[in-house]
């Protein structure tokens, strides 16, 4: 069957990129001729607000870029050329500017996930993250696998509600990674969901090794990982206990931010196989993000994740308990110590045996039969 992934433009997300290239791999492996439906980055436009507030930034000695959008459009193939490395070495893609340019006779099924595909401020136009494109389509098969909202509350408005429900019941089959995710499905949409794992999951950690194993990687300067998205000041005072505390040396595998002001060459971010090697290598994870989490218990790492709520908890909760490792998350260093003892235990999740993962394996298998 010839399958398209439908996800969130790839860019430099490390979490996206892997969970887009994982669920590639189960359906190649399952027989199916899979391509993942990428956008390109787009330029950003420049408001004469902001250009006014650059010059006075250069002119009273701050540093700043004035024409930052076409700046950064124009060297983000600097700051993205490890992690593009990756994509066109191991993702099958077909690159397009809207997927109204795609067609029918292209595909026997779309398979839309993972990722917060079905968040509205994650993806501008929202009703093609439900096939809107192809809803004229007559022999399409539709399949939601593992998309997110993001959050348990619903951020769409009245209209949009409407036009995604009644695109929603257009599939064959629909599940989401989430447990709140079920709720709004059936509560806001009318139908019904199923509970199914990250595509990052479906893979071995393995699978992950063979990765850095067939990539040049340096070893890491340190032992405890900080992977974070959003700085914050309980997060740099859980960070400097735990490394004090574990007589441990702080690494990253993150790129320094690309933002404005800053000079591409400065900001490359890291490879895939050096994110992957990261974890793999790393004794103890610190992090806010929801894929950390995921490639912690993947390489059976001890981790503890402060609550990233600006990004929405609802992602963190289901995770961490399907897993039975909710005790991870604190909101502060008291709670960290509290639960120190568990904390800095590995998780040992056994994937293999995990009903959830036959059961998201089953679904897909059943849903493109």
Partial sequence: MRIGILTLPLHTNYGGILQAYALQTVLARMGHEVVIIDEPIRQLKSSKKRIFK?????IIGRPTTIFWEKYSFENYPIVSQNINKFINRYLSRTVVSSPLELKEADFDAIVVGSDQIWRPIYYANINNAYLDFAKDWKHLRRIAYAPSFGTDRWEYTEEQTKQIAELLHKFEAISVREESGIDLCQRHLGVKAILVLDPTMLLSKDDYCNLIKNTDTEAPKGELLKYVL??????????????NEKQMNAFSVK???FS????AEDCICPSIETWLRGFRDAKFVVTDSFHACVFSMIFNKPFCVVGNKSRGLARFNSLLKIFNQDFRMVDSLLEYQERAILINQSPNVDFEKLLIKKESLDFLRKALS
Wanted: proline share 4%; net charge positive; hydrophobic share 30%.
């Fill in 230 to 243: 959003d700085e914050s000041d309980q997060l740099t005072a859980l960070l400097s206990y735990i490394s």
């Fill in 255 to 257: 790129g320094k931010p």
């Fill in 260 to 263: 404005e002001g800053a000079k």
């Fill in 54 to 58: 650059r010059i006075i930034k250069k």
